[in-house]
Structures are given as structure tokens and as C-alpha cells.
């Protein structure tokens, strides 16, 4: 049975920093990109970053560029999503996902194969 189980969310105030972790199991996922979404409540689901199998290419929505990173750890079949400067617009429930395509053409409303069950982001102002 595969898995991805994304963990790290939490309460923040504005300006702080969190890591979001997502663990993928039940098979192996060489190739595969991963990356997250987030949804706040009443808006839709929103792109957030993604990463390719080797690292080498990175994705990020303009509204995280220069504050988010990620990373992954593919001996873990872990990938990591720094966040710093939170702001409360970053507030949202954040998902993991993986595909085997590439992260530039990951979208909203692409399908992607795997998904984690989200993690609560809250930031204070």
C-alpha cells in the first residue's frame, strides 16, 4: 500500500519559520517528482512547490518564491519543505503529492498519482 505522510504543521506567528515533511512508503518512487499544495478555507487548492527525483529542478509559486525550499532525501523517500517570513495568507491545510512528471508542469488541476492526507498551517498575525 503506498503512502506519503506529511507531517510538520502547526501554529506560528507571522515572521516565523516551520518545516513541513513528507514521508513516501509501500513502494519505491525513483523518478518520481513531489512536491506540495496547500488549501485555505473557502479558496481553492493552490500550487505551492515541487521538486524532480534529482533535486536539479525546483518549481515555486511566486507568492513563496524566496521564502519557501524545498529539499528531499530520496535514501529517506522524504522530501522537505522549508518555510520562512510565514504570513498569514500562508495559512492553509498543505498536501504532499508525487507523479512521475515533471515538476514545471505540475498545475492545480493536474491529476498527480500519490497524496498525502495534509497538515494544518497556522499563522497568527
Known amino acids: 500500500q503506498v503512502q506519503l505522510v506529511d507531517s510538520g504543521g502547526g501554529l506560528v506567528q507571522a515572521g516565523d519559520s516551520l518545516r513541513l515533511s513528507c514521508a513516501a512508503s509501500?513502494?519505491?518512487?525513483?523518478?518520481?517528482?513531489m512536491g506540495w499544495f496547500r488549501q485555505a478555507p473557502g479558496k481553492e487548492r493552490e500550487f505551492v512547490a515541487a521538486?524532480?527525483?534529482?533535486?536539479?529542478?525546483?518549481n515555486y509559486a511566486d507568492s513563496v518564491k524566496g521564502r519557501f525550499t524545498m529539499s528531499r532525501d530520496n535514501a529517506k523517500n522524504t522530501v522537505y519543505l522549508l518555510m520562512n517570513s510565514l504570513k498569514p495568507e500562508d495559512t492553509a491545510v498543505y498536501y504532499c503529492?508525487?507523479?512521475?512528471?515533471?515538476?514545471?508542469?505540475?498545475?492545480?488541476?493536474?491529476?498527480?498519482?500519490?497524496w498525502g492526507q495534509g497538515t494544518l498551517v497556522t499563522v497568527s498575525s
Open positions: 503529492a508525487a507523479d512521475i512528471s515533471t515538476p514545471s508542469s505540475w498545475t492545480p488541476d493536474r491529476y498527480l498519482e500519490f
Open positions: 509501500g513502494r519505491a518512487f525513483s523518478g518520481y517528482a
Open positions: 521538486i524532480s527525483w534529482s533535486g536539479g529542478i525546483t
